[in-house]
């Protein structure tokens, strides 16, 4: 029988995965959301309903293979060694095949991997609406004052949700991504959709729109509010020194932990 993965106290694999995860695809498809609403180009780079993703079941071999690497990282951050890991493509798509609840169930068959060029290549079929947070995040024309830039956050959102509700993200995203000294770094560089292809200026000139630093909003509102219910993401990621995408592999080192 195939090993499963065993969850682990502190930052695992898991946590820095899941993570990893939604930081692209809530911030690689909220700025296309709101980029294709304000292009006036909804129809055209977004669908009504999702495809369906060709992606292959692993075998029990594929599947030990990255479970075991899996439960080494794992067995790495919670004894504070120091070690590194590489994991490829291949063996984050089998993770997420075999055990979607590891991640998120509803990316089973919604989501595939594939590492070049050192960067974080994904094939998705992503639903775009509900993805903008509850609140208006940092960074976000905080010169209006408290109360109202919050009222114009709302009125934002609510006009971006209802043109992307019943729209989903059908296509290939690929991004620059590394997670260093718990502070994560995303910025998408090319898009495949329907078709049309978005290049790294257009990603620039719509995340600088709706969220001015774009990384200060992915870290400070997207992963410390949304993600990690107002953690410090330093202190919940204190065991991994980096995490990056190297030639064609996922590259996680664990920190030694001071005895």
Known sequence: MPSEPRARRGCCFKGCLTLLIIGLLLGGA????IWSVTKGALSEY???????LKVEQPTDAQFDAAAFKFNDLSNALTLGEEKTFEFTAGDLNALVARHPGYFFPSLKNKIRFDFNDSLLGTELCLPLGGLMPPTAPPGWIEWLGTGPREWLYQKVR??????????????????????????FT??????DVNGRSINEDEFKKATSTGFGDWNRFV???LVKQVMLGGK????VFSGVTFARIS???????TK???R
């Not at 977004?46 to 369906?52: C, D, F, G, M, Q």
């Not at 995303?186 to 898009?191: G, I, K, W």
């Open 256 to 258: 030694k932990r001071v």
């Open 232 to 235: 410090d993401p330093r202190d």
């Open 46 to 52: 977004t669908s009504v309903k999702p495809i369906a």
């Open 30 to 33: 909220l700025g296309y959301g």
């Open 186 to 191: 995303l910025s998408p560089r090319s898009a």
């Open 247 to 253: 030639g064609d592999r996922l590259m996680i080192t």
């Open 158 to 183: 609510g006009f971006v949700e209802s043109h992307t509700a019943d729209r989903w993200f059908n296509g290939r995203l690929r991004t620059f991504f590394e997670l260093a000294n718990g502070e």
């Open 219 to 221: 870290n400070e509102s």
